[in-house]
């Protein structure tokens, strides 16, 4: 829907994460401060040069080749649970369980390789419900206790929160 919107062709997803790649490696080439040349398949950019920044780069998704690349070039790395369809006219769910969360966080594991314990991850929470749960909360502290995103598989049904805003965070 959002290629849809902005006018652009929705790719498969071999396209989109080199698209991705190469917008990443401009911008790093970018945030240097250095003069930046860059000629790729997507991108191109000549002698141009922007004042030096630090910025995280937050790379966000649930596709394997994606996940990857976060794992290889992100400082902080999204789960979102679920995945367009080949075509990009629905989603796939078949991820979004505690099981399909820590398969993701393996994955990531294993390409980052030593880097992995430098990185943050991330969960892009898809449903916060009302009144806490007493079954929910000894699974939301648990996670609340630990940096890593693994331990949202405590809940069961991970990226979804269930609880008052103090409770959940206190």
Known sequence: AEYDQAGIDFHDAAARVGRLAEAIDVMRQL???????????????????????????????????????????????GFTGFSPTVDGSGVRLERFTSRGLEQRVALVREAAGERFDSL???????????????????????????????????????????????????
Request: aromatic content about 6%; proline content about 5%.
């Open 120 to 170: 943050e991850l991330n969960a892009l929470l898809q449903r916060v419900m009302g009144a806490i749960h007493r079954y929910y909360r000894p699974a939301l502290h648990y996670c609340l206790a630990r940096p890593k995103t693994t331990a949202l598989a405590a809940i069961g049904g991970s990226l979804v929160l269930s609880g008052l805003l103090v409770p959940v965070i206190g």
């Open 31 to 77: 945030w240097s401060g250095e003069p930046c040349t860059f000629a790729g398949e997507h991108y191109r950019v000549t002698d141009h040069q922007i004042e030096a920044v630090s910025v995280p780069l937050l790379i966000g998704g649930n596709g394997t080749r994606l996940l990857r690349l976060a794992a290889r070039q992100a400082d902080i790395v």
